[in-house]
């Protein structure tokens, strides 16, 4: 496994395990490889389910997450292991436009999951369930089947809670005293500030310079949107 990946992959798991512990409707079941490649997800919420013939309410649905030999190249692969009756499942696979690009950020997916499984978010041009869709046409005030947030920004997540608020207060705190505008990140001197150090962010590997002082503290990456702790990350040498 190449060095990259590796670190990504950490990047991802760390992320996952404090967005699922701090989502009080989702439960981390298990993960394979080291580190992760494979996550089995519970997602506590009201969705739809055939059942000996009938469409019946369901409060639970549990996902795997699967990551391929080329991502972050290519997209996550998703199925659902439980049943589910939904116009954009077939057995088991999740046929939806996951928006994914090279830099994307897993826990966007596991956000669009849970939206899916509520009817909150559909695909019509992944509609792979005839049944399902008719039914959705025919009841469109039995969807959303539940009004669960996923948002990155809910406040059940604190790890992607209001990103752009964490990474506002982390450069308040490399202003200067005299100084009347906020520097950002990189403008940060070795030389005024002795304790300064480098990191990057895990998903593009892209630079910043930051007082210790931050560690800790969650902010978003300017060029992929990954949000990220910066005491999770490793020294990038001069």
């Known amino acids: 496994m190449s060095t990259v990946r590796h670190r990504r992959l950490l990047a991802d798991y760390e992320a996952i ?17 080291d580190p992760p490649e494979l996550y089995r997800i519970s997602y506590r919420l009201n969705s739809l389910a055939r059942l000996v013939g ?8 549990v996902a795997e997450i699967s990551l391929p030999r080329n991502y972050p190249r290519v997209p996550p692969k998703c199925r659902i292991l439980t049943p589910i009756f939904h116009p954009n499942v077939k057995e088991e ?21 849970g939206q899916l499984l509520q009817f909150q978010e559909l695909s019509e041009t992944n509609s792979v369930n005839a049944e399902a869709a008719d039914w959705v046409k025919t009841n469109p005030k039995g969807v959303p089947t539940d009004r669960v947030s996923f948002s990155l920004d809910d406040d059940r997540a604190r790890e992607a809670e209001s990103a752009e608020e964490h990474r506002k207060n982390t450069t308040r705190d490399f202003a200067k005293p005299q100084a009347e505008t906020t520097p950002s990140m990189n403008t940060l001197s070795e030389h005024d500030y002795p304790d300064v150090i480098k990191l990057e962010c895990p998903a593009c590997h892209t630079s910043y310079k930051v ?28």
Do not use: M
């Open 17 to 33: 395990q404090q967005y699922v512990n701090h989502h009080s409707n989702l439960q981390l079941l298990e993960v394979e490889g």
């Open 54 to 61: 009938e469409i019946v309410a369901v409060d639970q649905q």
């Open 93 to 113: 696979t999740l046929h939806v436009d996951l928006r994914w690009h090279e830099h994307g950020n897993l826990l966007a997916v596991v956000a669009i999951v």
């Open 211 to 238: 007082r210790q002082n931050a560690l800790g503290k969650f902010v978003r990456c300017k060029r992929c949107q990954n949000v990220f702790q910066l005491s999770a990350l490793p020294h990038v040498e001069d």
